[in-house]
């Protein structure tokens, strides 16, 4: 029997995005319900306890801490999780042997590097600078740009952006190869790019890390939902977890209305209609498009998905720092697999231990390993890699690279494609991939026809990641109550 019930302002998802609409909505006075399908918030930035371990099971690099801050210093509110500043930023080991730790402090970086790449990077680092601090006012901090917009960034900043050009042959043009060419590379991926055919202005990723530096919040990701989700409640947000959206039915005038399943699969599951009087969805775009029963114009082609283990590991690695990265062989291939949908032989590995800044989040004389590899979305009839045969490739690969011992793994667990499918179509994590330059103009958070409904999240404006999608709720929720985002 499915009820139905009035409500002023509903969201859909309890992510970072939709924690901060339902936050700014419930600031202007809104009476919110957030639906969110899992059973606790998070979204993709989940958080899973097993056995004295915890593990952040989506994002774990935290940059731009001052975004995060905002929606708790708007509302005179103290911010209540602490930061630690990363130095280095992360630790490279290449397939060459060498291991080159990367800090804000320039010169100790290139005090690794020979001449010739000490100059690439100097002139790499200031480049990112130039086309973020360019890109940043019109594309990420502000609402979606219109055109008159576009067009003066475009007279103003456009040809430094090399439109033409793909992100490896800017680098080449600076003169990097080999392992600085792979370090730089490796930020298009941030927004789920394959970094081979990513446009030049990409590039500009790299300075939010490399020049703006990495925190960790003390207590994990998790410690900053469980903030966000805090806040929220203070509010009086209504939190309805263990639900699934099932379809947006349009309603000519007024919001879509939003059918639900609460609690599926159990035996206390029944549905329930709301009749809200505006809607968030921080839903992907594509399937909340297809909930209003539209079809996007063309397929578009899917970003990376990822493959994550989370490890239980007996001991301590003290060259595994909190970011480390294992570069492979030759970079290229990992990539020429993904477009065939396969996994890759040799791919590169990205490793997080939390405990290494928050000693509680292992028990004594052991480590929470979080492995990530890339891994290509899902096909359109929904099969993706074999999830198992890849955790085995990654646990073997570590062995191989003399990471880990196999044998010190006390606890596993796989979050890969299949999962990352639940929260975003075929696992895609940051929607349309970005492999050209209007590709990376995220879709706006407008659907044409619905006044009273608005997109938020990592598949629309202004991307993905943590200090992005909490950006977009908040965008979001003000242009639907008609506030100027800067109030």
Known sequence: ?????????????????????????????????????????????????????????????VTLPHVLEQPFTTLGKPFPVAWRALDPLARYRFASGRTLD???????????????????????????????????????????????ELTRYGLRHGLRARPWARLPDLLRHHGAEGDV??????????????????????????????????????????????????????????????????????SPGRAPEVHVFVHPGSDAAHGVTYAPDVVVSTLDRERTLAMLGRS??????????????????EGTHPDVMHHTLSMPARYEAEFEAMRKGEMPKDPTLYVSLSARSHPADAPDGMENWFVMANAPAQDTAGRGVDEAAYAERILALLEARGWLDRNAVRVQRTVGPAHLATLATRGAIYGQAPHSLLATLRPPQTVRGERHLRLAGGTVHPGGGIPLAVTSGWQAASDLAGVPVEA
Not at 29 to 45: F, P, Q
């Open 1 to 61: 029997m499915t009820t139905v019930e009035r409500c002023d302002a509903l969201v859909l998802g309890g992510g970072f995005a939709g924690l901060a609409a339902a936050i700014r909505l419930a600031s202007l006075g809104r009476e919110v319900t957030l639906i969110e399908r899992h059973a606790s918030l998070g979204g993709k930035a989940g958080e899973v306890r097993i056995d004295g371990f915890r593990f952040d099971t989506g994002p774990s690099v």
């Open 102 to 148: 990367v800090s804000r402090d320039v010169d100790a970086t290139t005090a690794q590097l020979d001449a010739r790449e000490a100059r690439a990077y100097r002139t790499l680092l200031e480049e990112a600078r130039i086309l973020y601090e360019a890109a940043a006012p019109v594309f990420v901090h502000g609402p979606p740009p219109t055109l008159p």
């Open 181 to 250: 060419r792979d370090l730089f590379l490796r930020f298009a991926t941030y927004f789920g790019a394959d970094p081979f055919r990513a446009p030049a202005i990409l590039h500009n990723i790299a300075w939010v890390e490399l020049g703006l530096g990495v925190v960790a919040p003390v207590g994990g990701v998790g410690e900053l939902v469980h903030a966000y989700g805090e806040l929220a409640r203070s509010l009086g947000v209504r939190m309805q977890l263990d639900t699934r959206v099932d379809a947006l039915s349009p």
């Open 296 to 313: 996007p114009r063309r397929a578009a082609e899917p970003s990376l998905s990822g493959m994550v283990l989370l490890l239980g590991v």
